[in-house]
T-cell receptor, first 114, second 115 residues
C-alpha cells in the first residue's frame, strides 16, 4: 500500500550543487506533479505531467527540470541549487485527466540550500 | 488563468463552534474545486471535492462546502469544531474539462481550535 513515495526526506546542499528528488507512485495515475511549500505562500506548482513523455511548466518552474519516462516515476532535478530553493517539496499524483480529480501526496522532502 | 484566494491565513474558533474557512476562485472555464487538509509534518489529504454534480458537497470528518457560481466561492464549513480539526486547510482549483490540468492551490488557512 505504498501510494506516492518521495526520497530523500531530508537533504542539505551547498549553493551550486545539483541533486534529484525522486517520486514514484504505484496507482497507475496519469497525472503527476511537483509543488514547493513555503510559509505564507501555500503550495506552488513547479512542473506537472499528464503522461509518460509529456511535461509542462507550472507557476514557478525556473531552476527545476523534470522528465517522465515511465508512468510510475517523476523525478525533479535541481541543476544548480540556490538558497531560494530552500523549501519543502511535495510530489502528488492522481486521476486528474481521466477520473475524479483528486491528488494523492507524498510525505514531502525538506531541502536546505546553504 | 485559474486562481484561488483564501481569506484569512489564521482562523481561531472555540471547540464546539462553527468553522467557516473562505475560498474564492477565478476560472474562465467550469472548474473542479477541492479542499485539502494538512496535519503537521505530513502531506495533504483530500477533504472534499466539487466536480459539477451537487453544489453542496459533503466530505470527511463532518466538513462540507457549497459551490456558489454567482459568488465564485467554495467556502468550507463544519457545524461544531473539534480539537482534532486543528490543521492547515487548502483550497485548490483545476479545469480538466477546459483542457487545463494545472492544479492550483491557495495560500492556506491555519485553523486553531481553542478549548
Amino acid at each position: 500500500n505504498a501510494g506516492v513515495t518521495q526520497t530523500p526526506k531530508f537533504q542539505v546542499l551547498k549553493t551550486g550543487q545539483s541533486m534529484t528528488l525522486q517520486c514514484a507512485q504505484d496507482m497507475n495515475h496519469e497525472y503527476m506533479s511537483w509543488y514547493r511549500q513555503d510559509p505564507g505562500m501555500g503550495l506552488r506548482l513547479i512542473h506537472y505531467s499528464v503522461g509518460a513523455g509529456i511535461t509542462d511548466q507550472g507557476e514557478v518552474p525556473n531552476g527545476y527540470n523534470v522528465s517522465r519516462s515511465t508512468t510510475e516515476d517523476f523525478p525533479l532535478r535541481l541543476l544548480s541549487a540556490a538558497p531560494s530553493q530552500t523549501s519543502v517539496y511535495f510530489c502528488a499524483s492522481g486521476p486528474v485527466v481521466r477520473g475524479t480529480g483528486e491528488l494523492f501526496f507524498g510525505e514531502g522532502s525538506r531541502l536546505t540550500v546553504l | 488563468a485559474q486562481s484561488v484566494t483564501q481569506l484569512g491565513s489564521h482562523v481561531s474558533v472555540s471547540e464546539g463552534a462553527l468553522v467557516l474557512l473562505r475560498c474564492n476562485y477565478s476560472s474562465s472555464v467550469p472548474p473542479y474545486l477541492f479542499w485539502y487538509v494538512q496535519y503537521p509534518n505530513q502531506g495533504l489529504q483530500l477533504l472534499l471535492k466539487y466536480t459539477s454534480a451537487a453544489t453542496l458537497v459533503k466530505g470527511i470528518n463532518g466538513f462540507e462546502a457549497e459551490f456558489k457560481k454567482s459568488e465564485t466561492s467554495f467556502h468550507l464549513t463544519k457545524p461544531s469544531a473539534h480539537m482534532s480539526d486543528a490543521a492547515e486547510y487548502f483550497c485548490a482549483v483545476n479545469s480538466p474539462r477546459g483542457g487545463t490540468y494545472k492544479y492550483i492551490f491557495g495560500t492556506g488557512t491555519r485553523l486553531k481550535v481553542l478549548a
